[in-house]
C-alpha cells in the first residue's frame, strides 16, 4: 500500500481529484468572479484533466506517433473551439 | 518508475481499439460544442436548469470514474508483470475499479429517479433534452465499460499471460480510460459551466 502512494500513477490521480474539487468549488460559487471567467477556468482545468488521463493513465505520453500527436490536437483543438464557442477568447 | 524515455515508446493496445476511441472522443466533441452553444446562446435557461441538479452527484461520479481509471492503470502495470501473484493483483483492482463503475451506474440511476419525480425531463427545455441524451449515452459507455472489466478480470486472472492477452488488456483499460475522460468534460459542461 505504501509503495501505491509513492506511484507517479497516484500522484497524478491525488493531482486530478484536487482540479476536480478546484472545479466544483469554482462552478457552486459563481459570486467569486463574472460567469465567463468562471466558465474559462473550469473549461482549462477540464481538458488538463483529460490530458493528465491520457498522457499518463492511457499511456499515451509514451506512445508512437501519430497517436500521441492524435490525442494532443484533439485537447488543444477542442478546447480551443469550446472557448471560441463560449465567447471567452 | 519508468518513464516514457526508459521503456520502449509503444503504443498500448490494438490499432483498431484507438480508431474507435478516437472516434468517440470525436462525436462526443460534437456534443461537447452543442451544450457550449446552448450555454452562450441562452444563459438564462441553462443557469436556471444547472440549478436543479445535483452537483454533488456529479462530483462524485467524477471521483468515481476517476479512482477506477488509476486502478485500471496499475492493473494493467501488475498485469505486464510475471508471476501469478501480480496478476491475481491485477485481478483485484480490475475488481475494484468494476466496483466504482457500478457505483457510478447507480449514482446516476438515482439523479434520473429524483429528476424524473421532480417533472424534470427530456422534453422540460432543450437544457434538460441534452442533459438526458448525452448523459445517456455516456451510461452507455459505462454499462459497457462494466462488461469489459468483468472480462479483464477473468483474462488478467490467468497464472500465465501471453503477449496477446496483455494486448487486450491494455485495449479494454483504453476504452475505460476514454469512458472516465469523456465524463471529465461533460460533467462541468453540464453542471458547471454556465
Redo the contacts between chains.
Keep these: 500500500m505504501a509503495a501505491l502512494l509513492r506511484t507517479r500513477l497516484f500522484a497524478v490521480y491525488v493531482v486530478l481529484v484536487a482540479a476536480t474539487c478546484v472545479s466544483w468549488i469554482l462552478g457552486a460559487d459563481h459570486g467569486s468572479g463574472s460567469h465567463t471567467t468562471v466558465a474559462a477556468i473550469v473549461l482549462v482545468v477540464a481538458f488538463v484533466k483529460v490530458w493528465l488521463v491520457g498522457h499518463e493513465f492511457m499511456e499515451l505520453g509514451g506512445a508512437l506517433q501519430p497517436l500521441k500527436g492524435i490525442f494532443e490536437a484533439y485537447v488543444v483543438v477542442v478546447l480551443a473551439v469550446l472557448l471560441v464557442l463560449y465567447n471567452v477568447v | 518508475?519508468s518513464?516514457?524515455s526508459a521503456?520502449a515508446?509503444?503504443?498500448?493496445g490494438e490499432v483498431g481499439i484507438?480508431v474507435f476511441v478516437?472516434g468517440d472522443?470525436?462525436v462526443f466533441?460534437v456534443f461537447?460544442?452543442v451544450i457550449?452553444?446552448l450555454?452562450?446562446e441562452q444563459?438564462d435557461l441553462v443557469?436556471e436548469s444547472q440549478a436543479r441538479l445535483s452537483?454533488t452527484s456529479g462530483?462524485l461520479n467524477?471521483?468515481l470514474l476517476?479512482?477506477s481509471?488509476?486502478l485500471?492503470?496499475?492493473a494493467v502495470?501488475a498485469a505486464r508483470e510475471p508471476g501469478a501473484a501480480h496478476h491475481l493483483r491485477a485481478r483485484k483492482l480490475f475488481g475494484f475499479a468494476l466496483a466504482c463503475g457500478l457505483g457510478f451506474a447507480v449514482i446516476k440511476a438515482a439523479e434520473y429517479g429524483t429528476k424524473i419525480d421532480a417533472g424534470l425531463v427530456p422534453a422540460t427545455n432543450d437544457f434538460f433534452a441534452y442533459f438526458y441524451v448525452f448523459t445517456a449515452i455516456h451510461l452507455l459507455h459505462v454499462t459497457a465499460g462494466i462488461g469489459v472489466l468483468v472480462w479483464l478480470m477473468r483474462l488478467s486472472g490467468r497464472p500465465a499471460l501471453t503477449a496477446k492477452d496483455r494486448m487486450l488488456i491494455?485495449s479494454g483499460?483504453?476504452y475505460w480510460?476514454?469512458v472516465?475522460?469523456l465524463w471529465?468534460?461533460l460533467?462541468?459542461?453540464l453542471?458547471?459551466?454556465?
Design positions: 518508475m518513464t516514457p521503456r515508446r509503444r503504443s498500448p484507438w478516437i472522443m470525436i466533441a461537447f460544442a457550449v452553444v450555454a452562450a444563459p443557469r452537483v462530483a467524477t471521483i476517476l479512482t481509471s488509476v485500471v492503470a496499475l502495470r491494455e483499460a483504453s480510460h476514454m472516465d475522460l471529465v468534460v460533467f462541468p459542461l453542471y458547471l459551466v454556465n
